[in-house]
């Protein structure tokens, strides 16, 4: 595979439910990150990692947990969401941080009930 | 104010248009440009990537930025049904700002 892959490209979940998000690249990337995309609203940064390390947190609430693994996996832990969460949530990756060009993955269509 | 400004049409053109996009910021310290484009249900890619004020030119596609007015613009010449997408504009200095996007229709 090439390129930067999401899965599940669509999940439901309840309020009560712990679910995950999984991102993958497969560009050689040193830098990841999670942006939130509500309808009509500006791409929301949620969180920047750069091998491995977290180097961003956008006053993100703690009920969103990311995870990095290694330079090539990204997660992003969800429990007890609230319906404002639903949201395309999309996975970016760069050769360093903060060097403009991301790559993106086709999203996380979430649904909070 | 918002840090930036960019109008979400849609935007409705019959093919063989010209489309102008645009985009305000109010942040001086941003130092490069982007425009990104959407398809539906598609993640964002980079379409034109500049640093300077002046203009940047890409096949049908030019992206001028006019540091002066803090304003950001992409041209699409000759545009397709294929062009038809949201076009997100984009300003980095660490981590990259977006506009809200501008959803294109191209009209065969």
């Known amino acids: 595979e090439t390129g930067v892959t999401q899965t599940p490209r669509h999940l439901v979940m309840g309020m009560t439910n712990k679910k995950s998000l999984k991102c993958e690249q497969h560009?050689?990337?040193?830098?990841m990150y999670w942006y939130k995309q509500s309808a009509k609203k500006p791409l929301e940064l949620m969180f920047v990692?750069?091998?491995?390390?977290?180097?961003e947190n956008n006053s993100v609430p703690s009920r969103f947990s990311p995870e990095c693994p290694n330079s090539s996996h990204l997660f992003l832990h969800l429990h007890t969401l609230q319906p404002e969460d639903s949201a395309l949530y999309l996975c970016a990756s760069s050769q360093d941080k903060y060097t403009g060009e991301l790559f993106f993955g086709e999203g996380s269509r979430l649904t909070v009930l | 104010q918002k840090e930036v400004e960019q109008d979400p049409g849609p935007l409705s053109v019959p093919e063989g248009a010209i489309v102008s996009l645009n985009c305000t910021y109010s942040n001086s310290a941003f130092q490069y440009f982007m425009w990104y484009r959407q398809y539906s249900r598609k993640g964002p890619e980079l379409l034109m990537y500049t640093y300077s004020s002046g203009n940047k030119e890409d096949g049908r596609f030019t992206a001028q930025v006019d540091k002066s007015s803090k304003y950001i613009s992409l041209f699409i010449r000759d545009s397709q049904p294929s062009d038809s997408a949201t076009y997100l504009c984009?300003?980095?200095?660490?981590?990259?700002?977006f506009g809200s996007g501008t959803r294109l229709q191209v009209q065969p």
């Open positions: 984009a300003f980095g200095r660490r981590a990259l700002t």
């Open positions: 560009l050689g990337h040193n830098a």
């Open positions: 990692y750069s091998l491995e390390e977290r180097v």
